[in-house]
Structures are given as C-alpha cells and as structure tokens.
C-alpha cells in the first residue's frame, strides 16, 4: 500500500499540476510536458536500438586517442616538422579559395534562379492552382536529392573540377531559397499588393513596388543562411572530385597522412567560425 503512495505521488510529482495560493487566490500551473517529451524519445531510443546489429560493434576509445596524436604530431606524418606542418596549412589558402568561390557563385545562381520560381509558387501571387502547385512539387522534389547526389549527376556531365561543385549547389540553393522565399511571400501584407494591381499596374510592377521591399531584408538572411550551409556541403563535395579544400581532405585521409589531416580540419574550424561571425554580424544590420 504504501509503494502504491509513493509511486502515485513520485507520478504526481512529475506529471501533476503545481498550485499555488496568491492573495487567497489559488493558481494552477500547467503541467509540463518535457517529462513526457524526454520519455517519448527514450521509447523510441530504445524501440530502435533493438534494430541497430550490435553484435560485432566495439568502441576503440585507445585508436581515437591515437588518431588525434597523429593528427597534431608532424613527427609522425608527412610534414616531419612543425615548420612543415604550418607550410602545408599556408598551401591550403588556394583551396580554401576555390572553396568560397565554388560556394559564392553556386549559392548566388541558385539565389537568382529561386527568385522568379518563389513568385510562381506563392499561392498568394499566383491565385491559379495549377501554375503554383507543379512548382512546389519540382522544388519539393529537388530537396528530396542529397547534394552529394546532384554533384555525383553532375560529375558525368561536367567531369571533375570544380564546375559540377557548383552546379550540384547551385540545384540545393535553388530548392532550399524557393520553398523558404515562397513561404515568406505568402505571409505578407498583400494590401499594398492589390491596391496597385487595382491601379492598372501588372503583376511585376505590383511586386517590384509592394513586395520586395518587404522581402529584401528576409532574402538577404535566407542567402547568408544558405551560403553558411553550403560551406560545410563543400567539404563533402570534395570526395567526389568537387574539388576546394575538400578534396585536400580526401586526399590525406586517402594516403593516411593524418598531420595534414589535422591541418585541414584546424583551416576549415577557423574557415566556419570566421564565417558564421561575420554572417552574424550581417544579420543583426539586417534586423
């Protein structure tokens, strides 16, 4: 009887609305739902793992440590000297521009490209069924296709180097700026909109003139956002023959030459953390 007790007010506890008295005055809180939240997710954690084939998996904890020793010990790599080690990272500035620009011209052709399709698919803009609903399904189609993928298709078209890089963002940029711009359009105010189209001026005028100037500060934020992603894309991409500072890695990881390894990996924390400060620097001038 009395564990019966305990575990009813241990449940009471967890998932039982807190009162409290106030002026004579008795408020009820809302039970919270993070408890049951974080055992839902243990459930499914658990529901899962019976799936995951565990039989021949063991945790090399020894070889991680090893591996980083390798990776910050230009003794035991190719580089033999700190003075070697900090060379090859000097080199890594040409891939490390190819890099950025492969990201810049992807993610602004994919920005320009998605403008146009982002008007056609707002359902706002278009008001026609069938002109804005086939556009949605081809950019939500689009997203579905990994960017590894895109670049892969485009290795065979474009061979290696870093035009299929640029083609495979270009087709993530695309998708991910369109379905984000189109949802952003159609929560506008749509007064001004309707009251030049009542006017005599066309759709475009209307747009140019009602839209944009709403949309222009929350397309900058989508662009910068989606540039920061493709940064990291780009280090992917070079293990398919994209080129950039990902195909740097490729080939130490391939020839097992871990101090460059770790070379590569100190640019591309400074490359993002360099990156994610000045874009969150352009953000707040945009707020």
Known sequence: MNSKVESRSLLQKIFGKKSYIVNGKTIVKPR????LIVLICLAVFIFFWQFIPTKNLTLKFD???VLIKKMFDPSS???QTWDGWFSYMWELRRSVGETLKMVLIGTLAGAVIA???SIIA?????????LYQPVRLFVNFIRTIPTVVLAVVAMFFCGLGALPGIVSITIFSFGLLTKMLYEIIETVDMGPFEALEANGAN???AFKMAIVPQLLPVFLGYFIYTFEINVRASVILGYVGAGGIGAELDNAMSNMYYDHVGAVVVVLFFLVLIIQGLTSYIRGKLA
């Not at 919270?32 to 408890?35: A, E, G, L």
């Not at 707002?122 to 069938?130: D, I, T």
């Open 115 to 117: 403008l146009p399709f």
């Open 77 to 79: 790599g190719k580089s």
């Open 63 to 65: 070889q991680l440590t």
């Open 203 to 205: 759709k475009l005028q």
């Open 32 to 35: 919270s739902k993070t408890p």
């Open 122 to 130: 707002a359902q706002n803009v278009s008001r026609k069924v069938w």
